[in-house]
Every structure is written in C-alpha cells, then in structure tokens.
Nanobody, 124 residues
Framework: VHLVESGGGLVQAGGSLRLSCAASTLTFSGYAMGWFRQAPGKEREFVAYIRRSGGSTNYADSVKGRFTISRDNAKNTVYLHMNSLKPEDTAVYYC??????????????????WGQGTQITVSS
C-alpha cells in the first residue's frame, strides 16, 4: 500500500487546512487509518484515527474539537480537517494505515504503512 499526503503548507494561527492522504490499494475499506505528526526535535505523536467503515474516530486531546478525520472509501482517501490552528500544531504530518484489528490505534507500531509526510507550518 502506497500512501501519499497532500495539502500541507503555511497558514496563520486561527486558520484552517485540509490534508488528504490517497492510498494505492484496491481494498482501502479494509484498512483503518491514522494521522500522526512530528515536530522538530520531538517524537512522532498520534493525532487522529478512523476505523475501516468510518463509523468510529479518536483524537489526541491536543486536537480534539479542532481537527476532524474522515474518509471516502470510494476515493481511497482519508482527510484531516484542521481548524483553529495554533503554532504548536507546526509539524510534519503523516498518514498511516493498518489492515489489522486491534484495541490500540495510537502507537506507531499499530500501523503497517506510512506516507512520506507533509509539512504544516502555523505562524503566530
């Protein structure tokens, strides 16, 4: 599975962006998807998760209420809608996919496939 993120860029604090992650697979609906981010000098951290059907989502406390993850299985794409962006949201954002069903979704090791990342810079 090949994942390609897009939609990154520079935005002012309080602004919005939408990230997209396109997956090259014929069985996209068979993969749970996640978004992670990594700021300079920090470890990669969980941001959001969506189950295969899109019926269940989870978020890191730091983005809850501001970010929304969604997916369109017909387009093999997962999205991250980001509102009320803050300078501390500045990071490289990665999408990830896993074909496995498990009780965990927030660890790097929970995912099998990763995109190359897209930079988000929020200016104050």
């Amino acid at each position: 599975v090949h994942l390609v993120e897009s939609g990154g860029g520079l935005v002012q604090a309080g602004g919005s962006l939408r990230l997209s992650c396109a997956a090259s697979t014929l069985t996209f609906s068979g993969y749970a998807m996640g978004w992670f981010r990594q700021a300079p000098g920090k470890e990669r951290e969980f941001v959001a998760y969506i189950r295969r059907s899109g019926g269940s989502t989870n978020y890191a406390d730091s983005v809850k209420g501001r970010f929304t993850i969604s997916r369109d299985n017909a387009k093999n794409t997962v999205y991250l809608h980001m509102n009320s962006l803050k300078p501390e949201d500045t990071a490289v954002y990665y999408c990830a996919a896993t074909p496995y069903i498990s009780g965990s979704y927030y660890r790097i090791e929970d995912y099998t496939y990763w995109g190359q990342g897209t930079q988000i810079t929020v200016s104050s």
